[in-house]
């Protein structure tokens, strides 16, 4: 968790009611400054409502939102002028490519010549400066979102606020514009929020995360803390943790879960105690034979689903179940079919201790 | 038919003639109406945002009444307005009845729910999410306003399109509050009928074509504004 000091947005004692229900519910939570803050979540988890209440447009039933320290609502206009946003579709207006991207310069009543500079610099920067004078209709998807992008960037806002800006996108164009997106952030460092559903953006985009269950913060942690270490069960079950075990501990760094004895080097729980034992799927390894590592155990495959370059593997150790993806090259080599048997192993640094309920 | 080509042949001649009375009351005309459209626009579109972005209690009777208003028949208007200007009426002293100012403010509220209309009707086909990202570009109360007024710009090219085509071509509420007085409130409308009236059909035949001539140039110009593309 960052300290109080770098805090650059603030959120504290959060409530925002839709028909009466809390729809969010956030006692604590701060976006450290030039930063990229992920939230991810589940669908209706609150993370658009919390964006929209950062770009005060949604107002809260009760709490405080600061920026620097400051009440954001005190002056709603001069706080959206310190920031910016982009969200899934590009929303641009019915005008020139440049005339777009100036627009945020322009409402601020910045000159025409300082208007014109920024904007052909960062259509530069976003690589579309032969779009200029073209049409905000005339562009493809892709070019429209860097157009808003490029939009978002060039009142150089101290916060910037992004919706899924990725989403709507296909995914080769997708691939260049995350690329360019993180060179860009990564050098004008503007405090950032980024919404998303999308782990592989979380991870490569995100310096810290936030994960949003039923209205309520459920995580803060790294990307890939949030990913490899689930803070419990919900949170596991939504980052695709495919297993997730209930166990016991036998003794000093050791567990008992549906017959298979597992060694973890992740916090422990007392012994005796029950924990949930979890690890992702691309982390469990299958082989033919044993050798002298730690978890191993043989298991018989029951079930085979190719998905893409990996192929996931259901297989079945006395009473666990477990799921493995494993590369395609690697699935190849071992010639595995429903109802042979294979060695399953399992680092004890992956395999992730949650606490569980007696 | 001798008589309609007689009175195209008069018109012809009226207008190469550059007959005085033809003139007056054409830009007479254009005064009254381009009044009434010009402060039509100035309440009704900023009235239309409203009733577009807002929610209130209220609202829906607002709505209903402008609806009602677009249909209004202009000789209920002007017996309206005569009543209200009427010496005795409530607004008497003003002695304004009778008067180009009346006939402003007749055509002013046949036209103003027409803006109101097509202005709400523009303004609310606006995708609410890009309402939203003006908000967050910075934009304050009026820039807002602006950048939706470009946004919606064919929309309301026309409301002034059928606003201006409200005002220039009634006739019943002009006669009423104005009095067709010649050299006063005598506008093109009212010109015609009296015209017609004295069987002088040639004269109406010119002074009615002198009234389309100008509602297409008016529109002409509006069309293309409205159809231009838009660059910046």
């Not at chain 1, 609150?46 to 939102?65: E, F, R």
């Not at chain 2, 950048?147 to 919606?152: D, G, K």
């Not at chain 2, 071509?169 to 005598?186: D, F």
Request: charged share 20%; glycine share 8%; proline share 5%.
């Amino acid at each position: 968790m960052t300290s109080r000091s770098d805090a650059h947005l603030q959120v504290r004692d959060l409530t925002i009611q839709r028909g009466g229900v809390n729809v969010l519910e956030i006692d604590a939570l701060d976006m450290p400054r030039g930063l990229v803050t992920v939230v991810i979540g589940p669908n209706g988890s609150g993370k658009s409502t919390l964006l929209g209440a950062l770009q005060l447009v949604l107002h809260p039933t009760s709490g405080t939102l600061t920026l620097d320290g400051q009440p954001m609502d005190a002056d709603p206009v001069k706080t959206r002028r310190r920031m910016s946003a982009a969200f899934q579709e590009p929303l641009l207006l019915s005008m020139s490519v440049q005339a777009n991207v100036e627009l945020p310069l322009r409402l601020r009543g910045v000159d025409r010549r300082t208007r014109r500079e920024s904007a052909e610099h960062w259509l530069a920067r976003f690589g579309i400066t032969d779009l200029a004078r073209r049409h905000a209709r005339q562009l493809s998807g892709g070019e429209a979102q860097r157009v808003s992008l490029a939009r978002a960037f060039a009142s150089q806002p101290e916060v910037l606020l992004l919706d899924e800006p990725f989403a709507g996108v296909d995914a080769p164009t997708r691939e260049g514009l995350i690329e360019d997106f993180a060179e860009i952030v990564s050098q004008a460092r503007p405090t950032t929020v980024l919404v998303t559903h999308d782990r592989d953006e979380a991870l490569r985009l995100g310096d810290h995360a936030v994960l949003l269950i039923g209205g309520r913060v459920r995580q803060t942690a790294a990307p890939v803390d949030i990913f490899e270490r689930p803070a419990d069960r919900a949170v596991a079950e939504f980052v695709g943790m495919e297993n997730v075990w209930a166990g016991r501990r036998s003794e000093s760094g050791v567990y008992q879960a549906g017959g298979v004895r597992l060694a973890s080097t992740a916090k422990s729980v007392a012994l005796g105690a029950p924990a949930f034992l979890c690890v992702r799927p691309e982390r469990i390894t299958l082989a033919h034979a044993a050798d002298s590592a730690a978890n191993q155990f043989r298991a018989v495959v029951r079930a085979v689903r190719p998905r893409g370059p990996v192929v996931r593997a259901e297989l079945t150790s006395g009473r666990l179940d477990l799921t493995a993806d494993v590369p395609v090259t690697v699935w190849d080599e071992l010639g595995l079919t429903v109802g042979d048997e294979a060695v399953a192993r399992i680092a004890p640094a992956d395999l992730h201790v949650m606490d569980a309920p007696d | 038919m001798e008589l309609i080509w007689d009175g195209i042949r008069e018109a012809a001649r009226l207008w190469w003639a550059g007959d005085a009375e033809i003139i007056e009351i054409t830009l007479r005309t254009l005064a009254i109406s381009s009044a009434a459209t010009a402060i039509a626009l100035l309440i009704g579109i900023p009235l239309g945002a409203v009733l577009a972005l807002r929610r209130f209690w209220g609202r829906g009777l607002i709505v209903a009444a402008v609806n009602t208003g677009m249909g209004m028949p202009p000789v209920v208007v002007g017996l309206i307005v005569a009543l209200i200007l009427w010496r005795t009426g409530p607004l008497g002293d003003l002695n304004l009845i009778y008067t180009p100012t009346a006939m402003v403010v007749a055509q002013l509220l046949l036209s103003l729910p027409l803006v109101v209309g097509f202005s709400l009707a523009s303004i609310q086909s606006v995708n609410p999410r890009l309402i939203g990202q003006m908000w967050a570009m910075g934009a304050n109360r009026l820039q807002v306003l602006w950048l939706l007024v470009r946004e919606t710009r064919l929309g309301l090219l026309a409301a002034v399109m059928a606003g201006f085509g409200a005002a220039i071509s009634e006739v019943g509420a002009s006669m009423q509050v104005g009095g067709n007085l010649a050299g006063e409130t005598r506008v093109l409308t009212t010109a015609t009928v009296l015209e017609t009236g004295r069987g002088n059909f040639e004269v109406a035949i010119a002074l009615s074509l002198v009234l389309v001539v100008l509602a297409f140039l008016v529109n002409l110009v509006l069309t293309g504004v409205q159809q231009r593309r838009p660059v910046a």
